[in-house]
């Protein structure tokens, strides 16, 4: 019998969880206060992500002459062209996303759900009013998450900014103070930098990318403080205040800091408030987050939840594969658990940053193998800064992957192949075994392993 799903939420973990249970033969009715590809990829994720790609433009262009090329001139953003661009590619992608999932016989449903029971939910328009009631075999949550703005810190969008702003940026001032050390906090500042504002870049006692090894964060703001930001670290800031001139940064060691703007990267809740879940027996932990099991499956058998309604991390990637588990396991076929082991957190900044699997390097248990970046010829043909560095850890006995880090051009992309080893189950000689293209970024990985 064909079951139903229906889907709250329609950014990248609802689209993907719709897709994976429509290909699995459910019946899917994906609900979402907007247009397809809800508030990533109309307002935050895919606008900064196009930003960051003018960006690394620009600083390719202006090192295009260690290629031994000549541009004749200096390159310059100019933000209207860019926003144009971010409207274009907006609408480009998510019309794409809609049709893929039309062509797949998902109905769409515009509203704000509310769960009504374990099977049942509500769908109301912006007034508040009914417009649809449904009844599902399995619910699947994908609401994302929302900012987290703390008394004396909010964005107005004028002199004090945050991520979805991005599609609204004008001007670029002169200066700016980005507050923030987690993965937006460290992309904006990057971008800012690059498109030639003066950043100060205020961090709490957590320091810069506090969920990864200590030297991936270190090696970033190293390399962005050679590029001219200043990096404030060790307190947190506490107000913003605003004058003629422009913002007043306030830490809490009473520090004060001048810029023309501000912008606003300090966290994120699960929005499941307005979904009524305590209605049916689920409380919202930390954050809001609900708990869930290696389907994603929350307490309620029924109800799945997924992406940032499950917590951290927050990784657009992370919640798509957690989406393609959800789906196909509440479509009732078989499927793999969700191995957030397998995830690659990556930051998009010059350098990248990335991370998959386990770190641990105790010394007794497991083993590990670090590698400058110039190991490989292909970053010898790069312009700007090539160096940084690739550490795999494994298990001391059988060899067995573990995780790995890459600080590095492309440190993304180099990888994707440590988490498909990890997926496997491979050893650090399966991978040596292997014979990438080359020269190639992506070969790192396989330059480690044979150097153990």
């Known amino acids: 019998m064909t079951r139903k799903v229906i889907i709250i939420g329609n950014g990248p973990a609802g689209i993907e969880a719709a897709r994976s249970a429509a290909l699995a033969g459910a019946q899917v009715t994906l609900i979402g ?6 508030r990533a990829g109309w307002h935050s994720l895919l606008p900064s992500k196009v ?3 003018a960006a690394d433009a620009l600083a390719l262009v202006n090192e295009a002459s260690e290629l031994g090329l000549s541009t004749g001139g200096a390159p310059s953003p100019e933000p209207e062209r860019i926003l144009a661009r971010i409207k274009a590619v907006k609408q480009a992608w998510n019309e794409r996303q809609e049709a893929g999932l039309r062509d797949l016989g998902v109905e769409m449903v515009r509203g704000v759900a509310t769960l009504d029971s374990a099977t049942e939910i509500t769908v109301r328009d912006g007034d508040g009013n009914p417009v649809a009631r449904l009844e599902g075999d399995a619910i699947i949550i994908a609401t994302g998450s929302v900012p987290i703005f703390p008394e004396g810190m909010r964005p107005d969008g004028k002199r004090v900014l945050a991520p979805r702003f991005a599609s609204h940026l004008e001007a670029l001032p002169d200066d700016i103070i980005v507050i923030g050390g987690g993965a937006t906090g460290s992309e904006f500042a990057y971008l800012f930098n690059r498109l030639g504002v003066q950043v100060t870049w205020v961090v709490d006692q957590y320091g810069v990318l506090p969920d990864f090894v ?6 970033l703001a190293e390399a962005l403080g050679r590029r001219g930001v200043k990096l404030v670290a060790g ?17 809490a060691d009473g520090e004060v800091y001048r810029a023309a ?6 966290g994120r809740r699960a929005d499941v408030r307005r979904l009524n879940v305590e ?45 393609w588990v959800a789906g196909r396991h509440a479509a009732g076929v078989p499927t793999p658990p969700f191995q957030p082991r397998t995830v690659v957190a990556a930051i998009y900044t010059e350098p990248q940053v990335a991370q998959v699997g386990t770190l641990e390097r105790d010394g007794e248990n497991s083993r590990s193998i670090r590698m400058p970046f110039k190991a490989g010829l292909k970053t010898h043909f790069l312009p700007g800064e090539s160096d940084g560095f690739l550490e795999l850890v494994y298990e001391a006995g059988n060899g067995r992957l573990m995780g790995g880090v890459a600080v590095g051009p492309h440190a993304a992309d180099v ?10 189950g491979a050893t650090i000689s399966d991978l040596a075994a292997s014979g990438p293209a080359h020269p190639t970024i992506g070969e790192l990985a396989f330059i480690a392993a044979r150097a153990v």
Do not use: H
């Open 415 to 424: 990888l994707a192949p440590v988490a498909v080893a990890l997926q496997m």
């Open 261 to 266: 703007q501000a912008f606003l990267a300090i």
């Open 51 to 53: 930003w960051l790609s």
């Open 279 to 323: 209605a049916v027996g689920l409380k919202p932990g930390r954050l809001d987050a609900l708990a869930v099991d290696e389907f994603m499956r929350t307490a309620v058998p029924s109800i799945y939840a997924i992406g940032d309604a499950t917590g951290t991390p927050m990784l657009a990637n992370g919640a798509m594969a957690e989406a």
């Open 33 to 38: 206060e907007g247009p397809v590809g809800g």
């Open 214 to 219: 200590p030297e991936a964060g270190e090696f």
């Open 235 to 251: 307190q947190p800031a506490s107000r913003i205040e605003q004058d003629d001139e422009g913002v007043r940064v306030v830490t």
